[in-house]
Protein backbone atom coordinates (compact mmCIF):
# COMPACT_ATOMS: atom_id res chain seq x y z
CA UNK A 1 0.00 0.00 0.00
CA UNK A 2 1.43 3.64 -1.15
CA UNK A 3 3.25 5.68 1.92
CA UNK A 4 0.75 8.16 1.69
CA UNK A 5 -2.74 5.94 2.39
CA UNK A 6 -0.56 5.09 6.04
CA UNK A 7 -1.32 6.80 9.13
CA UNK A 8 0.40 10.43 9.90
CA UNK A 9 3.29 8.53 11.83
CA UNK A 10 3.68 6.28 9.16
CA UNK A 11 3.83 8.68 6.45
CA UNK A 12 6.28 11.20 8.19
CA UNK A 13 8.86 8.05 9.28
CA UNK A 14 9.09 7.55 4.76
CA UNK A 15 8.84 11.20 4.24
CA UNK A 16 12.02 11.55 6.13
CA UNK A 17 13.55 8.27 4.49
CA UNK A 18 13.57 10.91 0.94
CA UNK A 19 16.08 13.44 1.81
CA UNK A 20 15.46 15.43 -1.41
CA UNK A 21 12.60 16.98 0.09
CA UNK A 22 12.37 16.24 3.66
CA UNK A 23 12.88 18.85 5.85
CA UNK A 24 10.24 21.12 4.19
CA UNK A 25 7.90 18.45 3.88
CA UNK A 26 8.19 16.92 7.49
CA UNK A 27 7.43 20.84 8.62
CA UNK A 28 4.55 20.83 6.48
CA UNK A 29 3.09 17.81 8.40
CA UNK A 30 4.18 18.24 11.49
CA UNK A 31 2.72 21.65 11.41
CA UNK A 32 -0.73 20.75 9.28
CA UNK A 33 0.38 23.66 6.75
CA UNK A 34 -1.05 22.16 3.85
CA UNK A 35 -4.59 21.31 5.70
CA UNK A 36 -4.72 24.92 7.67
CA UNK A 37 -4.09 26.95 4.36
CA UNK A 38 -6.96 24.55 2.73
CA UNK A 39 -9.21 25.18 5.85
CA UNK A 40 -8.52 28.86 5.74
CA UNK A 41 -9.76 29.48 1.75
CA UNK A 42 -12.37 26.84 2.12
CA UNK A 43 -14.11 27.91 5.28
CA UNK A 44 -13.56 24.21 6.80
CA UNK A 45 -12.30 23.08 9.95
CA UNK A 46 -8.98 21.68 9.66
CA UNK A 47 -9.20 18.74 11.42
CA UNK A 48 -12.01 17.71 8.19
CA UNK A 49 -9.27 19.00 5.79
CA UNK A 50 -7.52 16.18 7.45
CA UNK A 51 -9.97 13.55 8.05
CA UNK A 52 -10.63 14.34 4.52
CA UNK A 53 -7.19 13.89 2.80
CA UNK A 54 -7.49 10.40 4.87
CA UNK A 55 -11.20 9.46 3.44
CA UNK A 56 -10.27 7.71 0.14
CA UNK A 57 -8.17 5.67 1.89
CA UNK A 58 -11.17 4.10 3.77
CA UNK A 59 -13.24 3.92 1.14
CA UNK A 60 -13.10 0.12 0.35
CA UNK A 61 -14.91 -0.12 -3.21
CA UNK A 62 -12.80 2.92 -4.13
CA UNK A 63 -9.13 1.42 -3.15
CA UNK A 64 -10.03 -2.08 -4.22
CA UNK A 65 -10.66 -0.36 -7.87
CA UNK A 66 -7.43 1.65 -7.81
CA UNK A 67 -5.22 -0.89 -6.92
CA UNK A 68 -6.22 -2.82 -9.64
CA UNK A 69 -5.72 0.06 -12.17
CA UNK A 70 -2.14 0.13 -10.39
CA UNK A 71 -1.49 -3.26 -11.77
CA UNK A 72 -2.20 -1.51 -14.99
CA UNK A 73 -0.53 1.21 -15.19
CA UNK A 74 2.48 -0.51 -13.93
CA UNK A 75 2.54 -2.89 -17.19
CA UNK A 76 3.68 1.12 -19.07
CA UNK A 77 7.41 2.38 -19.79
CA UNK A 78 5.83 6.13 -19.52
CA UNK A 79 5.72 7.74 -15.91
CA UNK A 80 1.92 8.69 -15.02
CA UNK A 81 0.28 10.49 -11.94
CA UNK A 82 0.65 8.33 -8.65
CA UNK A 83 -2.53 7.26 -7.75
CA UNK A 84 -1.90 7.75 -4.53
CA UNK A 85 0.02 11.34 -4.35
CA UNK A 86 -1.00 13.75 -1.74
CA UNK A 87 -1.18 16.51 -4.25
CA UNK A 88 -4.03 14.12 -5.85
CA UNK A 89 -5.49 14.18 -2.34
CA UNK A 90 -5.55 18.09 -1.89
CA UNK A 91 -7.20 18.74 -4.92
CA UNK A 92 -9.71 15.67 -3.63
CA UNK A 93 -9.74 17.89 0.12
CA UNK A 94 -10.59 20.58 -1.59
CA UNK A 95 -13.85 19.45 -3.18
CA UNK A 96 -15.16 17.38 -0.10
CA UNK A 97 -14.77 20.82 1.97
CA UNK A 98 -16.41 23.51 -0.84
CA UNK A 99 -18.54 21.39 -2.34
CA UNK A 100 -18.89 22.66 -5.43
CA UNK A 101 -21.72 22.34 -7.90
CA UNK A 102 -19.60 23.36 -10.96
CA UNK A 103 -16.37 22.10 -11.41
CA UNK A 104 -14.02 22.32 -14.92
CA UNK A 105 -10.90 20.49 -15.52
CA UNK A 106 -8.55 20.39 -17.83
CA UNK A 107 -6.86 17.32 -19.25
CA UNK A 108 -7.46 13.78 -17.93
CA UNK A 109 -5.22 11.28 -19.16
CA UNK A 110 -5.31 8.23 -17.17
CA UNK A 111 -8.14 10.02 -15.15
CA UNK A 112 -6.76 9.67 -11.44
CA UNK A 113 -7.42 13.28 -10.79
CA UNK A 114 -10.83 13.21 -12.10
CA UNK A 115 -11.80 9.89 -10.34
CA UNK A 116 -10.61 11.02 -6.98
CA UNK A 117 -12.70 14.62 -7.45
CA UNK A 118 -15.81 12.46 -8.71
CA UNK A 119 -15.39 10.57 -5.40
CA UNK A 120 -15.49 13.54 -3.61
CA UNK A 121 -18.53 14.92 -5.27
CA UNK A 122 -20.20 11.29 -4.52
CA UNK A 123 -19.20 11.57 -1.06
CA UNK A 124 -21.16 15.46 -1.27
CA UNK A 125 -23.90 13.84 -2.91
CA UNK A 126 -24.01 17.01 -5.08
CA UNK A 127 -21.97 18.58 -7.72
CA UNK A 128 -21.20 17.49 -11.87
CA UNK A 129 -17.46 17.16 -13.34
CA UNK A 130 -16.88 18.37 -16.84
CA UNK A 131 -13.70 17.68 -17.93
CA UNK A 132 -11.67 18.66 -21.34
CA UNK A 133 -9.26 16.27 -22.71
CA UNK A 134 -7.69 16.41 -26.10
CA UNK A 135 -7.35 13.00 -26.49
CA UNK A 136 -3.43 12.56 -26.37
CA UNK A 137 -2.89 8.51 -26.55
CA UNK A 138 0.76 9.03 -25.11
CA UNK A 139 0.44 8.26 -21.66
CA UNK A 140 -2.25 5.98 -22.00
CA UNK A 141 -2.28 1.69 -21.63
CA UNK A 142 -2.24 0.56 -24.74
CA UNK A 143 -5.86 -0.21 -25.75
CA UNK A 144 -7.57 2.71 -23.34
CA UNK A 145 -9.35 5.23 -23.36
CA UNK A 146 -8.96 8.59 -21.66
CA UNK A 147 -10.36 8.49 -18.15
CA UNK A 148 -10.22 4.64 -18.03
CA UNK A 149 -9.44 5.16 -14.31
CA UNK A 150 -13.01 6.41 -13.40
CA UNK A 151 -14.82 3.79 -12.58
CA UNK A 152 -18.25 3.13 -13.68
CA UNK A 153 -20.02 3.96 -10.47
CA UNK A 154 -18.44 7.07 -10.41
CA UNK A 155 -19.63 8.24 -13.68
CA UNK A 156 -23.06 9.60 -13.25
CA UNK A 157 -21.87 13.31 -12.65
CA UNK A 158 -18.67 13.05 -15.03
CA UNK A 159 -19.44 15.51 -18.06
CA UNK A 160 -16.06 14.64 -20.46
CA UNK A 161 -15.38 17.19 -23.65
CA UNK A 162 -13.11 15.42 -25.80
CA UNK A 163 -11.12 17.94 -27.72
CA UNK A 164 -8.57 21.14 -27.64
CA UNK A 165 -9.70 23.64 -24.58
CA UNK A 166 -8.65 26.28 -26.52
CA UNK A 167 -11.85 25.67 -28.37
CA UNK A 168 -14.20 23.81 -25.62
CA UNK A 169 -13.40 26.07 -23.51
CA UNK A 170 -14.94 29.45 -24.99
CA UNK A 171 -17.73 27.21 -26.26
CA UNK A 172 -18.22 25.73 -23.00
CA UNK A 173 -18.44 28.90 -20.76
CA UNK A 174 -21.51 30.54 -22.00
CA UNK A 175 -23.53 27.45 -20.26
CA UNK A 176 -22.34 27.37 -17.09
CA UNK A 177 -23.81 30.68 -15.11
CA UNK A 178 -20.83 30.34 -12.58
CA UNK A 179 -17.42 28.23 -11.59
CA UNK A 180 -17.38 27.04 -7.56
CA UNK A 181 -13.51 25.19 -8.89
CA UNK A 182 -11.29 25.30 -11.94
CA UNK A 183 -8.63 22.75 -12.17
CA UNK A 184 -5.48 22.99 -14.75
CA UNK A 185 -4.09 19.74 -16.01
CA UNK A 186 -2.98 20.00 -19.64
CA UNK A 187 -0.65 22.04 -21.53
CA UNK A 188 1.89 23.35 -18.96
CA UNK A 189 3.59 25.52 -20.80
CA UNK A 190 3.73 29.55 -19.43
CA UNK A 191 1.48 30.71 -22.62
CA UNK A 192 -0.58 27.83 -21.91
CA UNK A 193 -1.16 28.00 -18.16
CA UNK A 194 -2.12 31.63 -18.56
CA UNK A 195 -4.51 31.28 -21.30
CA UNK A 196 -6.56 28.76 -19.11
CA UNK A 197 -6.07 31.10 -15.95
CA UNK A 198 -7.19 34.09 -18.15
CA UNK A 199 -10.97 32.01 -19.64
CA UNK A 200 -12.02 30.41 -16.31
CA UNK A 201 -10.89 33.38 -13.97
CA UNK A 202 -13.62 35.66 -14.85
CA UNK A 203 -16.47 32.19 -14.39
CA UNK A 204 -15.34 31.43 -10.86
CA UNK A 205 -18.01 32.68 -8.21
CA UNK A 206 -16.62 35.02 -5.76
CA UNK A 207 -14.89 32.75 -3.32
CA UNK A 208 -14.39 29.90 -6.18
CA UNK A 209 -11.11 28.46 -6.33
CA UNK A 210 -8.51 27.56 -9.34
CA UNK A 211 -6.05 24.49 -9.10
CA UNK A 212 -3.02 24.82 -11.30
CA UNK A 213 -1.17 21.13 -11.23
CA UNK A 214 2.76 20.75 -11.88
CA UNK A 215 2.43 25.05 -11.34
CA UNK A 216 6.26 24.40 -10.20
CA UNK A 217 7.08 24.15 -14.13
CA UNK A 218 6.99 27.65 -14.88
CA UNK A 219 5.98 30.93 -13.18
CA UNK A 220 2.60 31.40 -15.15
CA UNK A 221 0.86 30.58 -11.61
CA UNK A 222 2.17 33.05 -9.95
CA UNK A 223 2.81 35.67 -12.30
CA UNK A 224 -1.40 34.93 -12.43
CA UNK A 225 -1.66 35.54 -8.68
CA UNK A 226 0.24 38.61 -8.59
CA UNK A 227 -1.73 40.27 -11.09
CA UNK A 228 -4.96 39.62 -9.76
CA UNK A 229 -3.95 40.22 -6.60
CA UNK A 230 -5.38 37.34 -4.76
CA UNK A 231 -4.54 37.38 -0.80
CA UNK A 232 -4.77 33.30 -0.86
CA UNK A 233 -2.28 31.70 -3.01
CA UNK A 234 -0.24 29.10 -2.32
CA UNK A 235 1.84 25.85 -3.62
CA UNK A 236 1.06 22.47 -2.19
CA UNK A 237 3.26 19.64 -2.95
CA UNK A 238 3.37 21.31 -6.68
CA UNK A 239 -0.40 21.91 -7.43
CA UNK A 240 -0.98 25.71 -6.95
CA UNK A 241 -3.99 26.64 -5.07
CA UNK A 242 -5.88 29.91 -4.94
CA UNK A 243 -9.24 32.01 -4.14
CA UNK A 244 -11.28 34.54 -5.83
CA UNK A 245 -12.24 37.00 -3.54
CA UNK A 246 -14.55 39.11 -5.74
Known sequence: MKWLFLDPKQRLQRIVANPSYAVKSVLREIT???????????????????????????????????????????????????????????????????????????????????????????????GTLHSIEIGDSTYLPAGREPGWVVPDWLRGR????????????????????????FTHDSLHTYEHMKFEFEQAFPLLRPGGILVADDALWNEAFWDFARAKKVPYAQILHGVGVLRKEK
Open 158 to 181: WKFHLGDVRQILPQLAPELPSLDL
Open 32 to 126: WADERFLAQITGERVSRIRQFIDEPAHTPEFLRHVSECEKTLRTTRFESADLYAKKVLIQYAIVRALRPEIIVETGVANGVSSAHVLLALHKNRQ
